[in-house]
């Protein structure tokens, strides 16, 4: 079988995630729609509490991603993170861009992305009150929403509305793991931009190639991504 193949340093990120069980496959988890899943991506307790370690690292990658996709543009680019797991991973990918200027990408001051917070429920005190967004949308730049992964669209949704709602044209989505079940699809027909670091079924072949799942884990996760997708 013929798979992709990752440079170096994304096939020790992925063998780490896996050997941390950030990236689990085998063993059955439930998923938000209530399937049981043989492969499931745990970038919320598993990533934030016990391996900190490696946020940078996946921060690192969102930002090649996007500095890949929008370099040519010349625009500013913002990150919204879908909370909460998707602010952690815009919070890693801002502080990754600002240390890129003393690495290999070598991205002008100008040009690295900030950041705009996305609060789950308005905030009710303070100076700025009945809002979801923490900042002012601006024309100078593009809007891009980051999250984790994605299975169907629903809690990208649920995130564009209020902060398009508030002005913030959000022009790309973009997550670490797609899991290939239609939901970035469904993103695109809207009119979005879709974008991930990873595919699921790659990184499953990956995974296979070299040894660290077997072939029946493999196809068990093939058969449940094909028989398992949303319009």
């Known amino acids: 079988m013929e798979s992709k193949i990752f ?21 059955l988890t439930r998923l938000k729609d209530g399937s ?30 996007i500095w890949e996709i929008t370099r040519q543009t010349g625009m500013k680019q913002c990150l919204i993170g879908v909370p909460y797991t998707g602010y952690v991973l815009a919070c890693a990918t801002v502080m990754a861009a600002q240390r890129s ?58 995130s564009l509305e209020p902060a398009e709602k508030e002005l ?13 079940q239609g939901g970035g699809e ?13 595919k699921v079924l790659e990184v499953a072949e990956f995974f296979l190639a070299d040894g660290i799942i077997t072939r029946e884990q493999y196809n068990d996760v093939v058969e449940f991504i094909q028989t398992h997708q949303f319009t």
Not at 15 to 24: G, P, Q, S, T, W
Not at 42 to 57: A, C, I, S, V
């Open 7 to 27: 440079p170096p340093a994304d096939q020790i990120l992925l063998k780490a995630l896996r050997e941390a069980d950030i990236i689990k496959i085998g063993e």
């Open 36 to 65: 049981n899943s043989p492969v499931y991506i745990d970038m919320r307790d598993k990533l934030t509490d016990l391996h900190p370690e490696f946020l940078f690292h996946i921060g690192n990658k969102f930002f090649e991603k």
């Open 101 to 158: 200027i003393f690495g290999h990408i070598q991205a002008p001051q100008p040009l690295l992305p900030s950041l705009i917070i996305q609060r789950r429920d308005v905030k009710g005190h303070g100076t700025v009150q009945e809002r979801y967004m923490v900042g002012e949308p601006r024309t100078d730049r593009e809007y891009n929403l980051l999250d984790d992964t994605i299975t169907t669209n629903k809690s990208k949704l649920e």
């Open 168 to 180: 913030f044209k959000i022009k790309r989505i973009i997550v670490f793991i797609d899991r290939q």
């Open 186 to 198: 469904s993103l695109q027909k809207m009119g979005y931009e879709f974008h991930s670091v990873f």
